[in-house]
């Protein structure tokens, strides 16, 4: 799903509210998940998931073109963490009888 569908189905189920200002709302959320990751925090969404930080250490790699030996260095990188609801919502969408 991409942000503008988002936004449309937030739309849909709330027609009382201007576009405008659900793609603002939507904008903001996701800069504030953003923003708590750029600094090291962990975002907590209850029955959705938990967004963090990871860190990678320095490796050594390899060209897959050319066969040489590069380095790779160390980088921090988001990691999300499906909570139980969501993936027992997931799960009921994969099996129609677990519904």
């Given at each position: 799903?991409?942000?503008?569908?988002?936004?449309?189905?937030?739309a849909?189920?709330?027609?009382?509210?201007?576009?405008?200002?659900?793609?603002?709302?939507?904008?903001?959320?996701?800069d504030?998940?953003?923003?708590?990751?750029?600094?090291?925090?962990?975002?907590?969404?209850?029955?959705?998931?938990?967004?963090?930080?990871?860190?990678?250490?320095?490796?050594?790699?390899?060209?897959?073109?050319?066969?040489?030996?590069?380095?790779?260095?160390?980088?921090?990188v988001?990691?999300?963490?499906a909570?139980?609801?969501?993936?027992a919502?997931?799960?009921?969408g994969?099996?129609?009888?677990?519904r």
């Amino acid at each position: 799903m991409l942000r503008s569908e988002l936004v449309a189905k937030l739309a849909e189920r709330y027609g009382h509210m201007p576009a405008e200002k659900l793609e603002k709302a939507v904008a903001i959320i996701l800069d504030e998940i953003t923003d708590a990751l750029a600094r090291g925090d962990r975002v907590e969404l209850r029955g959705f998931g938990a967004f963090s930080v990871r860190k990678r250490e320095a490796r050594r790699g390899r060209n897959p073109r050319t066969g040489e030996t590069v380095d790779v260095p160390a980088k921090s990188v988001p990691f999300f963490k499906a909570g139980k609801e969501l993936r027992a919502r997931v799960n009921a969408g994969a099996d129609p009888e677990a519904r």
